[in-house]
């Protein structure tokens, strides 16, 4: 780890960077995900879903970038690597035959839920190891990957 002033145990910082590294992992996987469906969906409702899919890439990005600042400031590496990421990543693999927009839907919906419910379990490892910084830091990604799961569930829902 690198030196910090940082006033959080060493202890619970290498904690939350390993939390933070693995949640890094996901979120590059899910922006891969969301660019996948992106480039592939075909269909009624193709330029809706191709730029919502896009979009979805690039919020997940911006939470890609803030998660992996907070692992340097706490002192680590961040480990943002598409290898790596490829490696440690505890989402599905996305389903790379699809094409159909309502099958992407799914696919997309999927592992946005997936995603976001590990996030939820990282808040409250967070909360419980006292760094309140990365806990709230997560609860901005939770919100965000919940309004994305709306903004994509609402295509299959009637």
């Not at 939350?16 to 269909?43: E, P, T, Y």
């Not at 939470?63 to 490829?86: K, N, P, W």
């Not at 505890?90 to 159909?100: F, G, K, N, R, V």
Request: hydrophobic residues 45%; aromatic residues 4%.
């Amino acid at each position: 780890m690198h030196s910090t002033k940082i006033d959080i145990s060493k202890d619970v910082r290498e904690k939350m960077i390993g939390l933070l590294n693995a949640r890094l992992a996901d979120s590059i996987d899910l922006k891969s995900q969301a660019k996948q469906a992106h480039w592939n969906v075909k269909g009624m409702s193709f330029i809706a879903l191709h730029e919502l899919f896009d979009q979805v890439a690039a919020e997940v990005e911006a939470h890609v970038d803030t998660i992996a600042e907070r692992v340097t400031a706490l002192g680590g590496t961040a480990e943002g690597t598409v290898r790596v990421a490829a490696e440690k990543s505890t989402l599905s693999q996305y389903p790379m035959e699809i094409t159909e927009g309502r099958d992407h839907v799914e696919a997309l919906s999927t592992a946005l839920a997936d995603f976001g419910k590990k996030v939820r379990s990282s808040i409250d490892e967070a909360d419980d190891a006292g760094d309140m910084s990365t806990a709230d830091l997560l609860t901005e990604v939770s919100r965000d990957i919940d309004k994305l799961l709306w903004f994509v569930e609402a295509h299959i829902q009637a």
